[in-house]
């Protein structure tokens, strides 16, 4: 079975502070992690690395992936209080024909406060 | 664009009743998702239609939970009877097709609590 953990859980820090969440997996088959920030209830797509892609940034936010660790960091520089949310990994794993499925480790809660 | 839409929003019902959700993906994407979220977790795939297909419905509890995308466009899900342990957070999420490298758009989610 998949798995993807990642931690910390829950984090709390002050604005201007630069936080790294990190993200393992165990797959068979894989094929592209992904990031996605969860403020409310829809999650939103950050970043995708894959093989030919391992690493990506956005303004203050960035991510690398270790294929040989089997894991990401997602970094942020000079938090905001908008940055408050749930950020979850996910990795993509092809399952045949073409067939993919998408795993969901539970998320870290980032709190940025004032 | 319109992005993926769902109703009800929210959704309070006793155990043992039933109850439906419905979400509408977002023009032209021919792959749609259902995830449940439990407090405290990632979602978690339930199902998976291409087209009006199902692709993978391997985490679906048959017994009590179904769904349908009949026209290959908007799509229900069902839970009947609803136990305490499904109150969840019911997300839909759409894709233009299968491989997009998970480039998967959600809707707003149906927070569903069960009495």
């Known amino acids: 079975e998949d798995k993807v953990v990642q931690s910390p859980l829950s984090l709390v820090v002050h604005e201007g502070d630069t936080v790294t969440l990190n993200c393992s997996y165990e797959v068979t088959n894989f094929r592209s992690l992904l990031w996605y920030k969860q403020e409310k209830k829809a999650p939103t797509f950050l970043f995708m690395l894959?093989?030919?892609?391992i690493e990506k940034k956005s303004g203050r936010l960035s991510s690398i992936l270790d294929k040989k660790e089997l894991s990401s960091i997602l970094n942020i520089t000079a938090t905001q209080t908008g940055d408050s949310a749930i950020y979850l990994c996910a990795v993509e794993a092809f399952r045949g024909g073409s067939n993919y499925k998408l795993t969901f480790g539970k998320g870290t809660l980032l709190t940025v406060n004032p | 664009e319109a992005g993926v839409a769902q109703s009800p929003r929210y959704k309070i019902i006793e155990k043992r009743q039933s109850v439906a959700f419905w979400c509408n993906p977002i023009?032209?994407?021919?792959?749609l998702y259902w995830y449940q979220q439990i407090l405290g977790q990632g979602p978690k795939l339930l199902i998976q239609?291409?087209?009006?297909?199902?692709?993978?419905d391997s985490q679906l509890p048959k017994d009590r939970f179904s769904a349908e995308r009949l026209k290959g466009v908007d799509s229900t899900l069902k839970i009947q009877p609803a136990k305490l342990e499904d109150s969840a957070v019911y997300l839909c999420a759409s894709s233009l097709r299968q491989a997009t490298l998970g480039e998967q758009f959600f809707g707003p989610g149906t927070r569903l609590t069960v009495l």
């Open positions: 023009s032209g994407h021919a792959t």
């Open positions: 239609f291409q087209n009006n297909g199902v692709v993978d």
């Open positions: 894959t093989s030919s892609g």
